[in-house]
């Protein structure tokens, strides 16, 4: 079983439409939640971050994170076809031996239609 | 400021062959990290370098390593290639960080990776 599990979908959405991406995980002992977008032919990019549990708004987007239920989501508000891209999730945990590393959720396809 | 850049960005080899990636991190990012992207696996973790130290090591086999030069430049090298190594490698930068805790997460800049074809 995967450390993190996330819908490859692909997801297609009407422009304007609220889209909700999730991931689920099993190592308790992660601590940084990321989202990551990446766009066809690009190195992703870093879109939120969340350390511990908790909401996080920025914009058209909001993170969120249930560690009671190792679950996090991202909620992309008025979809714009420029949200067309994969989505990432990512967590981390800091360890004194190793540092942290990342460790990624298979990515969910997302296409906006205008 | 420039971004992470990596060369080539396209790459075909055969099997058997052996390939080095390079990575030029942001320039003050002192530890650089290596990703296999595929379609099936996703992203997953190969190596971390810091101060040319191999800090932290995935779950490859030995066929992949890198290394770490003292400009925080970074190569990766995989050899006797397999089909099954095909894949985009994505190298991100970073500042280095000394402990956790609230605050202490240190943002991963990727650069466009290297799309490798084993044929």
């Known amino acids: 079983q995967k450390e993190v599990e996330q819908d490859p979908g692909p997801l297609s959405v009407p422009e304007g439409a609220i889209v909700s991406l999730n991931c689920t995980y099993s190592n308790s002992a992660f601590q940084y939640f990321m989202w990551y977008r990446q766009y066809s032919r690009k190195g992703p990019e870093l879109l939120m971050y969340?350390?511990?549990?908790g909401n996080k708004e920025d914009g058209r987007f909001t993170a969120q994170v249930d560690k009671s239920s190792k679950y996090i989501s991202l909620f992309i508000r008025d979809s714009q076809p420029s949200d067309s891209a994969t989505y990432l999730c990512a967590m981390s945990a800091w360890e004194e031996t190793s540092g942290s590393r990342l460790t990624f959720g298979e990515g969910t396809q997302l296409t906006v239609n205008p | 400021k420039a971004g992470v850049t990596q060369t080539p960005r396209y790459l075909i080899k055969t099997r058997g062959q052996q390939v080095t990636l390079s990575c030029s991190p942001i320039s003050g990012h002192r530890s650089v990290s290596w990703y296999q992207q595929t379609p099936g696996q996703g992203l997953q973790f190969l190596f971390e370098?810091?101060?040319?130290?191999?800090?932290n090591k995935g779950n490859f086999p030995g066929r992949f390593s890198g290394r770490q030069f003292s400009n925080s430049r970074s190569e990766m090298n995989v050899s006797t290639l397999e089909l099954g190594d095909s894949a985009l490698y994505l190298c991100?930068?970073?500042?280095?960080?000394?402990?956790?805790?609230?605050?202490?997460?240190?943002?991963?800049?990727f650069g466009p990776g290297t799309r490798l074809t084993v044929l």
């Open positions: 991100a930068s970073s500042h280095y960080i000394t402990s956790g805790g609230f605050g202490s997460y240190n943002e991963q800049f």
């Open positions: 969340t350390y511990s549990s």
């Open positions: 370098y810091f101060s040319e130290t191999q800090r």
